[in-house]
């Protein structure tokens, strides 16, 4: 009975088209992710260094491409208010834009720029509870924005190689 009903799900799982994540293939060995010791850069380079085959190096001179984050916000709006002009809902907003470069100036990636969304009801007698939810959302927020990135990077062509310049006649 078991190995009939697991025979089944798998049969519907494979016709939904479901499939396992896989690695992706970044189109550099190396890579340089500044300051890999906290927030998005440390996520990033572990999902980067476990999900696929480049290696995130230290020294930036080291590597074949250097990610450059150009901004990474945390913002949180007023989406609504009750009756008597107390906030009833918020939306929270995280922001990241990076490029990336080789080591002689040309881009893999230009700057890029991915912003996501997340709305939270708010009610101020269970203010820390909300927080907590608060700072839960923004994690997510991290992951998925850590998971759209390695997508592009993923999709990123190597820079076309620079014809080199004639001396000018004069």
């Known amino acids: 009975m078991r190995t009939a009903l697991a025979a089944a799900l798998l049969l519907v799982a494979s016709a939904c088209g479901f499939q396992l994540r896989g690695s992706a293939a970044l189109p550099f060995d190396t890579l340089y992710v500044p300051n890999p010791t906290s927030g998005i850069a440390l996520d990033l380079k572990r999902n980067i260094e476990s999900g696929t085959g480049t290696r995130v190096v230290d020294d930036p001179r080291g590597a074949q491409a250097r990610l450059q984050f150009s901004e990474e916000t945390r913002t949180k709006d007023i989406l609504s208010l009750n009756a ?81 310049t004639a001396p000018k006649a004069q």
């Not at 509870?129 to 997508?151: N, P």
């Open 84 to 164: 008597s002009g107390r906030v009833r809902e918020y939306r929270l907003i995280y922001r990241v834009g990076f490029r990336v470069v080789d080591g002689k100036g040309g881009e893999y990636l230009p700057t890029r720029v991915i912003t996501l969304s997340r709305d939270i009801t708010y009610d101020d007698t269970v203010a820390l509870a909300k927080e907590s939810e608060e700072e839960l959302l923004f994690k997510d927020m991290q992951a998925d924005m850590v998971h759209q990135i390695v997508r592009r990077l993923a999709a990123a062509e190597p820079p076309a190689p620079q014809a080199p």
